[in-house]
Nanobody
């Protein structure tokens, strides 16, 4: 059974930082690209960042470039999202997801999702 469990969310002031983690199980973690998405109240879910299965490639939404960094530790089956210079508009539930297919870059679809972790940035 594939499981993704996010953690690390919380309340932070604008300009602050948070580091999200996503622990994965049930798949050969090192064979799949991973992604982070977010959904703000009343808005559709949007792409934030993705990382290739080896960690050698990454991509970001324009809104988070230069502020967020995605990384992974294949030995720990965990993907991270370091978020710096946070803004109130970053407030959302953040989700991690597995690419549907093995060893694909960039990911074309995401087949498994976590339950999400809330990030709230106060002004």
């Amino acid at each position: 059974q594939v499981q993704l469990v996010e953690s690390g969310g919380g309340l932070v002031q604008a300009g602050g930082s948070l580091r999200l983690s996503c622990a994965a199980s049930g798949r050969t973690f090192s064979s799949y690209s991973m992604g982070w998405f977010r959904q703000a109240p009343g808005k559709e879910r949007e792409f934030v960042a993705a990382i290739s299965w080896s960690g050698s490639s990454a991509m970001y939404a324009d809104s988070v470039k230069e502020r967020f960094t995605i990384s992974r530790d294949n030995a720990r089956n965990t993907v991270y999202l370091q978020m710096n210079s946070l803004k109130p508009e970053d407030t959302a539930v953040y989700y991690c997801a597995f690419d549907t297919f093995r060893s694909v870059w960039p990911p074309g679809s995401y087949g498994y999702w976590g339950q999400g972790t809330q990030v709230t940035v106060s002004s």
